[in-house]
Structure formats: structure tokens, C-alpha cells
């Protein structure tokens, strides 16, 4: 399947560099081979999308027959690319299938591997032959229907536009104000906003944020109304709700409106996910607007799950304690704003560690450096969660997991502000 080499973009910008995985290919889940003929000896860059921003995911350098293999942990479905800036770009699709080979041979790029994948190419090849609006949806609606339940069906569909029945109204204005209403209440009819997947794509920040700017009127009250239906519509994933948290909070404080924070006042105390056993514990009059863990939450069985190990050297349970809760701030080095919490992390379990909770800070890259203000705390890490994971678990700013004393998850925070709040309620 043939696509165009595209102009290099966006890649040389600011990254938030992400080793996901190294060019070891040991019981490889991906696997990528490149042939590129004209590139022998040339850097070449695995990259990934989470949210409005692209990731480094891997790197290697091709033979001097242009040759080169990217593999290792399996990825996160999504939107990739493959580049040697400034020479060549290719964007592909990758599903549950993650053999893929990419090849240029006379200037013609090609990429094959799975159905999914080669279906994507084709679709690229037909956007670049400039068709109708109408060619596209017709050829997006057959992918759908072709590929029920996979990554590729559900990004098809978030790219659908929202059709509006026709129905002649006496004048332009109420003709322009009904579809404005239509499109306004059907604008998420497409696209699964609890869909991990379509992270790593561009197309979920860029929806979120025209419908947030577009059809939600710039008012404080108007704008926590709305924040509010979109978290219930992110909530059937911890990834999805906590992303749907941070671009609410960036807007918070970027929006020129007055009583904006407001918005920002009411995110901060509801930045977290609790299990129904969490919620039972608030006082009646102090549940407020709480969102609950997703049932077959695959990020708690992953967070018990994992290997890990005391600085000592020793294993770490993760669910064995004498104490009534465990809270463990899973945190990594390489991010300012863990390093810029950590400050509050311990003013909080200061305050709360003579009241049955026993303080772990879990460093989610390997041993942590001995010099921060979390050393005074029980210190553990691992290496074991791969790079979604890690994205989920810090993106910017570390989370807090609470840990009942028989080894259930409560809840996950993503602010102090809401573990502090939590906390004073059920430790009273």
C-alpha cells in the first residue's frame, strides 16, 4: 500500500522524551521493520501521539543497506511516525496486530503488516488525491462497517462530522440557530471519549477542545456545566477521565474569563477516581461530586500487579500492611511537576501519618535518586509498567494511589488538593 512522503513537521519541536523501549529484540510484542534504499546509515525516529503532543517512543540508525528493525514492548494502539527529519515522514496506524514493515523503493513509500494498518494507508493515498467531503465519509463509513470493534472502526467514526436532518425552518436565523442546537447535543455522537486508544491520536484534544471553545458558552457556571458532562463521558477509564482532568484545569487558567476560577475551584477537589467503598466512608453531607473507579479497570490490576522492590533491595507487597491505608505516590524523576509536589506530598503525609496511613513513595523508572524530599519516606520502584502506563501514571504531575488496609484500591488522585481533602474527611 503505497503512501506519500509527507513533509517533515512538528517533530523537531518540544518533546516530552519517552524511552519506551530500547532496540534489544528479546520476545519482541512489537516489531517493526524498515527498508528504506535511499537512507543507508541515517538516524530514524519512532514517534507517538498522547494528546496534543508528540512522543519520542524509540530510535535507531539504519545499516548501509538502509535496513533497520524497532521493536520491543508492545504500544498503545494509535497514530505513529516514522522519520528521518528533514529527509523523509510516514504516518501509519497501529492495532492489535504490531508486525509491520515500512519500505521506500523508487521514492514510493509503502507500509503492510496487518489489514488494519494497510486499510489506514490506503485511506491516506485517497486524502491525498483531494476528494469530496462526501467521497471521505462514504470511504470512512465503509472502514466502520468493515472493521467493527477495532481501533481503526473507532477512529473512522470520532473523524465523521455530525449530519444534520434537514428540516426547513421559516427563516436563515432559526434555520442557523437549529442546527447550532442539533450539533451541539449530537457533537460526541462519534466519538467514545472513555476510548483509551484515541489518545494517541491528535483527534480527542483537538475534538475536546473545539466543542470546550465552540459550543459552550464562555460563562463560568455555563463552563463547569459542561466540564462536568464531559467527565462523565471520560469516566469509563481512569487514562480518559484524568486527560479530560488536565485539559479542563490548562483551560482553567489560560481562559481570559472572569470568575474563571471558578471552573478551576471546582476541578481541583474532584480530581480523583474513588471505588464505591471509598465513597461509602465520606460523611452523607460531604460525598460533593465524586467519580468512581470504572469497573474492569485494567490500571488497578496493573498497579497490584507489578514487581517491586525496596531500595534495600528487597520485594515490596504491595498489598501486605499492619496499617488502616496505604498511600502510595507513584512518581518519576524526570518530571518537574513530581519533583514540585513532592514538597506538598510530604506536608500532607505529615499530617496524616500518625493517623493509621503508612506513606510509600513508588518511583515508576527504576531506582530512584536517594537525594529528594521523598527520601524520609518508605521508597520503592519498579520497572515493570510499560510506557502507557507511565504516561498515565505521572503525564506531568504525579498520582496518588490509595490502598485499603486488605489490599484494595480506593481511589487515585491527581492533586494533593483532592488527597488532602479526602483524607481530612475520613480520618476525622
Not at 229 to 241: H, I, M, N, V
Not at 415 to 422: K, V
Request: net charge negative.
Amino acid at each position: 500500500m503505497v503512501v506519500t512522503n509527507h513533509a517533515v513537521h512538528r517533530l523537531l519541536g518540544t518533546f516530552w522524551m519517552l524511552l519506551l523501549s530500547g532496540n534489544v529484540c528479546i520476545c519482541a510484542a512489537f516489531r517493526m521493520e524498515v527498508s528504506l534504499d535511499s537512507l543507508p546509515h541515517t538516524a530514524l525516529f519512532l514517534a507517538g501521539y498522547y494528546g496534543d503532543r508528540i512522543t519520542v517512543v524509540d530510535s535507531t540508525c539504519s545499516d548501509g543497506a538502509g535496513r533497520a528493525v524497532f521493536c520491543g514492548s508492545r504500544l498503545p494502539q494509535g497514530l505513529y511516525i516514522l522519520t528521518a527529519p528533514g529527509k523523509f515522514r510516514c504516518d501509519f496506524l497501529l492495532a492489535e496486530e504490531q508486525e509491520i514493515r515500512i519500505e521506500i523503493k523508487h521514492k514510493r513509500i509503502s507500509v503492510s503488516g496487518n489489514r488494519q494498518t494497510e486499510a489506514y494507508a490506503d485511506y491516506l493515498l485517497l486524502e491525498e488525491s483531494q476528494p469530496t467531503g462526501q467521497q471521505l465519509n462514504d470511504y470512512r463509513e465503509k472502514l466502520v462497517a468493515s472493521y467493527p470493534g477495532t481501533f481503526l472502526s473507532a477512529y473512522m467514526s470520532a473523524l465523521q462530522p455530525v449530519h444534520y436532518p434537514f428540516h426547513p425552518q421559516p427563516d436563515e436565523r432559526t434555520q442557523m440557530m437549529d442546527e447550532y442546537r442539533y450539533r451541539r447535543q449530537h457533537f460526541f455522537d462519534h466519538i467514545d471519549l472513555s476510548d483509551t486508544r484515541l489518545l494517541h491520536t491528535p483527534l480527542y484534544a483537538e475534538t475536546v477542545g473545539y466543542y470546550f471553545s465552540q459550543f459552550v458558552t464562555q460563562q463560568a457556571d455555563t463552563l463547569i456545566s459542561a466540564a462536568y458532562r464531559l467527565l462523565r463521558k471520560a469516566s469509563g477509564s481512569c487514562e480518559t477521565f484524568f486527560f479530560m482532568m488536565d485539559f479542563l484545569a490548562d483551560y482553567s487558567l489560560r481562559a481570559p474569563i472572569e470568575h474563571i476560577e471558578r471552573l478551576y475551584h471546582f476541578l481541583q477537589p474532584n480530581r480523583c477516581m474513588l471505588s464505591g467503598k471509598a465513597i461509602s466512608m465520606l460523611p452523607a453531607n460531604e460525598k460533593g461530586v465524586k467519580f468512581t473507579l470504572p469497573e474492569e479497570e485494567n490500571i488497578c490490576e496493573r498497579l497490584v500487579s507489578v514487581t517491586y522492590s525496596g531500595t534495600n533491595g528487597e520485594n515490596f507487597n504491595f498489598s501486605q500492611t499492619e496499617h488502616r491505608f496505604r498511600i502510595f505516590y507513584y512518581w518519576d524523576a524526570a518530571c518537574p511537576r513530581c519533583l514540585s509536589d513532592a514538597a506538598s506530598w510530604q506536608r500532607i503525609m505529615n499530617t496524616y501519618r500518625s493517623k493509621s496511613c503508612e506513606s510509600i513513595a513508588a518511583h515508576i523508572c527504576g531506582l530512584p535518586p536517594g537525594n529528594s524530599l521523598l527520601s524520609s519516606f518508605t521508597n520503592i520502584y519498579t520497572s515493570d509498567f510499560t510506557g502507557c502506563e507511565r504516561l498515565f501514571l505521572v503525564h506531568d504531575y504525579a498520582k496518588t494511589v490509595l490502598v485499603g488496609q486488605d489490599g484494595e484500591i480506593l481511589g487515585i488522585f491527581g492533586s494533593m488538593q483532592a488527597l488532602d481533602a479526602f483524607l481530612n474527611q475520613i480520618t476525622r
